[in-house]
């Protein structure tokens, strides 16, 4: 009778372990998706800003210069001066697409951190079976 007491009581100190490991394993998954969210918000909440502001100086910019190249052949070339920076806009324009595109396509997936140790946890507890 002993004997059985001893052994209920080491089955459930084992399953205490168990619950004890997984949910130690659950809260560190959830604490790596978390830091996982908070960094990619911040990026993109960087990626944004710098975006906007070059946007911004670079917009201003352009409009000085097509202005500035306008009047400086307003005499002589005007047509050819307008078609030039007309083209040279709409081809900027095109790289900008597909550079955004490419960029969109080739960015690292979401939570590859989380996944890859997730995996690695599926590997070791297959393992041990």
Do not use: Y
């Not at 890859?116 to 297959?126: G, I, N, P, T, V």
Request: neutral net charge; charged residues 20%.
């Amino acid at each position: 009778m002993a004997e059985e007491s001893h052994a209920a009581a080491g089955l459930f100190e084992s399953l205490k372990t168990l619950s004890a490991s997984l949910v130690g394993i659950v809260r560190t998954r959830l604490e790596l998706l978390s830091t996982d969210v908070a960094e990619e918000r911040e990026h993109l909440i960087s990626l944004l800003v710098t975006g906007l502001v070059a946007l911004f100086c670079l917009g201003v910019g352009i409009v000085l210069l097509a202005i500035l190249i306008a009047v400086a052949f307003w005499e002589s070339h005007r047509l050819a001066a307008l078609g030039g920076l007309t083209g040279g806009f709409l081809a900027a324009g095109a790289g900008g697409v597909w550079l955004a595109m490419h960029k969109a396509r080739t960015r690292p997936r979401l939570f590859a951190a989380s996944l890859a140790e997730l995996s690695k946890d599926r590997q070791h507890l297959s393992t041990k079976s």
